[in-house]
């Protein structure tokens, strides 16, 4: 059953909870990478750096990608001392559990938990010293409800990170695909797609709480061109994940399926030297 916290027009009712296992390889690292290098490039180097005493919140993290780009970022003795790494899928939660058991982590805690109302585990004003939200958002059916449980929860002074598609790769693929077969069809659906539009984030995360001279927003660009990410992410858009662009297919078609991907993938790698992803990057403070 679909998490009724969950957007109703991503791609499967049962999306998150499917991928959970396979998620870091289907996205081709693009949001641990990108979050790896927010955190190198803009977190280490602003007024709010994460240190020994920080307490992270990474909220709507799929399998703990939060907390293996601060492993990834930062020496262990700059571990945050606390990290909360929340999803609201189960399989999410316990898949990041599980690869975090034997982490450099001082302390972390896996908990299901929907961001957009963190009372349930009555997770307190004021607490956090930074907070993440890492290409999440656009999946809530109430984005502001959010952002405003993270301006809640996080320490005057305290910052927060959330990110956001600008192009989301995959998204234009399976589009292409789609036409290559059945041009007559509609497209698949993206969840909010108001988000890749400039200003949008901003504006929700305004609504949220967060004063607009204490927000910055910068551009950024992935470009997946090994071949280990582009088959990962190619497995994502041939399989059972992508079926909402599939319908209303024969099996004839559905048996072109696979090679029309790869063929959209192959002209998405012409074009763009990689698989091509931009992100807004949105650093706001309390
Ligand atoms: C696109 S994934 C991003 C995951 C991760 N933050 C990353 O950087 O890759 C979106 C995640 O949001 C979670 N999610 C969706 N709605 C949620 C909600 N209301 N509360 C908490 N998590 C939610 C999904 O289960 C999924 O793990």
């Known amino acids: 059953m679909a998490s009724q916290t969950q957007h109703p027009h991503l791609p499967l009712p049962d999306y998150f ?26 977190v280490q180097t602003s007024a709010h750096p994460v240190g020994p005493d ?47 058991s034997a982490s450099p982590l001082p302390h972390v805690e896996c908990k299901e938990l929907d961001s957009q109302d963190l009372s349930s585990a009555a997770v307190p004003d004021n607490h956090f010293t930074h907070s993440i939200n890492n290409f999440s958002i656009f999946t ?69 709480g ?10 950024k660009v992935l470009v997946v061109n090994d071949d280990e990410n582009i088959a990962g992410l190619t497995q994502l858009m041939s399989g059972p994940m992508m079926a909402k662009a599939r319908e209303g297919y024969t099996e004839e078609e559905e048996a072109r399926w696979a090679p029309s991907v790869s063929q959209a993938v192959k002209e998405e790698v012409e074009q763009f030297g990689g698989i091509r992803f931009e992100a807004y990057i949105l650093l706001a403070t309390k």
């Not at 907390?67 to 790494?85: N, Y």
């Not at 967060?210 to 551009?219: H, L, M, R, S």
């Open 210 to 219: 967060f004063a607009k001279d204490n927000i910055t927003v910068v551009d």
């Open 54 to 100: 920080s307490v992270v919140h990474d909220t709507a993290a799929g399998p703990g990608i939060g907390a293996a780009a601060l492993i990834a970022s930062l020496p262990k003795d700059q571990l945050p001392k606390e990290l909360l790494v929340s999803d609201n899928v189960a399989t999410m939660v316990s898949t990041a559990r599980e690869s975090l």
């Open 140 to 208: 809530f059916p109430r984005p502001a409800a959010a952002v405003r449980e993270t301006y809640r929860t996080l320490r005057p002074g305290g910052l927060a990170v959330v990110t956001c598609w600008r192009r989301f790769a995959p998204v234009f693929i399976v589009h292409a695909a789609q036409k290559k077969i059945r041009p007559d069809l509609p497209l698949m659906l993206t969840p909010n797609p108001q988000f890749c539009e400039e200003g949008v984030l901003q504006k929700v995360v305004e609504e949220g």
């Open 17 to 42: 909870p499917q991928l959970a296992k396979v998620y870091v390889r289907q996205t081709g690292h693009s949001t641990l990478n990108i979050l790896t290098d927010v955190i190198t490039e803009h």
